[in-house]
C-alpha cells in the first residue's frame, strides 16, 4: 500500500513538472504530510487510492498512467506525453521562461549516448527521467528522436546502453525538487 502510494505521488509530481501547466510547490505533499496522509488513508481501504489517482490523470491528461507507472512503449507517444511541453510537439524548442533546446534537425542526437544520459540523469532545467522510464521505454524515445522531428540517424540505443548510463543511485526527481 504504502509502495503504490508513493509510486502514485511520484508519477503525480513528475507529471506535473513533465506538463509544467501547475506550480509542484502547491502540488506536491511535503514528506511529512505525505507521510501522515498515508497513515489516515491506510484505515479506510481501498478508497485511499482515488485522490492520487484523480491528481495523476488530471496531469497526465489521460494518458497511460496507472498504479504501476506510465507504461508506453511507443517512442512518439512518451515524446508527446513528457518531452513537448519543453522542446515542443516538432521539436523546435522554445524560449520562454528558460532556454529549451530545439530537438530538431539536432547534430548532438547523431548518437544516442548524450540524448540517454540527458534523459536518465537531467542536467541543470532538464529534469531526470531516469526513475520514471524504464530501459525500454528510454529506448524507444531516443530511437524516435534520432529518426523523427527532422533528425535522419541511425538509431543506436540499447536496453545494454541505458542501463549503463544509470547511476548506481538513481536520482529521485521528488528529493531533487525539494533540495
Ligand atoms: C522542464 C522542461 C524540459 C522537459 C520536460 C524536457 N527537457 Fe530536455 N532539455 C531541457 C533544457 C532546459 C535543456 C538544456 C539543458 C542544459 O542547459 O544543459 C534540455 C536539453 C535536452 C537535450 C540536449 C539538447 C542539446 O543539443 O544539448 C536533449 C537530447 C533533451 N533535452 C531531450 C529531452 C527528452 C527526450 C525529454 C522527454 C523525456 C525532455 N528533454 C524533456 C528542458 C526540458
Request: a negative charge; glycine letters at 12%; hydrophobic letters at 35%.
Given at each position: 500500500?504504502?509502495?503504490?502510494?508513493?509510486t502514485?505521488?511520484t508519477?503525480?509530481?513528475i507529471?506535473?513538472?513533465?506538463?509544467?501547466?501547475?506550480?509542484?510547490?502547491?502540488?506536491?505533499?511535503?514528506?511529512?504530510?505525505?507521510?501522515?496522509?498515508?497513515?489516515?488513508?491506510?484505515?479506510?481501504?481501498?478508497?485511499?487510492?482515488?485522490?492520487?489517482?484523480?491528481?495523476?490523470?488530471?496531469?497526465?491528461?489521460?494518458?497511460?498512467?496507472?498504479?504501476?507507472g506510465?507504461?508506453?512503449?511507443?517512442?512518439?507517444?512518451?515524446?508527446?506525453?513528457?518531452?513537448?511541453?519543453?522542446?515542443?510537439?516538432?521539436?523546435?524548442?522554445?524560449?520562454?521562461?528558460?532556454?529549451?533546446?530545439?530537438?530538431?534537425?539536432?547534430?548532438?542526437?547523431?548518437?544516442?549516448?548524450?540524448?540517454?544520459s540527458?534523459i536518465v540523469n537531467g542536467?541543470?532545467?532538464?529534469p531526470a527521467f531516469g526513475t520514471f522510464l524504464d530501459d525500454?521505454?528510454i529506448?524507444?524515445?531516443?530511437?524516435?528522436?534520432?529518426?523523427?522531428?527532422?533528425?535522419?540517424?541511425?538509431?543506436?540505443?540499447?536496453?545494454?546502453?541505458v542501463a549503463d548510463a544509470r547511476p548506481a543511485e538513481p536520482v529521485d526527481p521528488n528529493t531533487a525538487?525539494?533540495?
Open positions: 500500500m504504502n509502495t503504490l502510494i508513493i502514485a505521488m508519477v503525480a509530481a507529471s506535473a513538472s513533465a506538463a509544467f501547466a501547475q506550480s509542484s510547490a502547491d502540488q506536491t505533499p511535503t514528506d511529512q504530510g505525505a507521510g501522515s496522509e498515508t497513515l489516515q488513508r491506510d484505515e479506510s481501504g481501498d478508497a485511499a487510492m482515488q485522490p492520487e489517482e484523480t491528481a495523476v490523470t488530471a496531469a497526465a491528461e489521460g494518458e497511460q498512467f496507472g498504479q504501476g506510465y507504461t508506453s512503449t511507443d517512442g512518439e507517444d512518451i515524446y508527446q506525453t513528457l518531452c513537448a511541453g519543453c522542446h515542443m510537439p516538432d521539436g523546435g524548442g522554445a524560449i520562454g521562461a528558460g532556454a529549451y533546446p530545439a530537438l530538431a534537425g539536432n547534430p548532438n542526437l547523431e548518437y544516442s549516448g548524450y540524448a540517454v540527458l542536467q541543470k532545467a532538464m525500454e521505454q529506448v524507444a524515445l531516443t530511437t524516435y528522436l534520432q529518426t523523427n522531428l527532422g533528425n535522419d540517424y541511425t538509431p543506436d540505443a540499447t536496453i545494454e546502453s525538487e525539494h533540495e
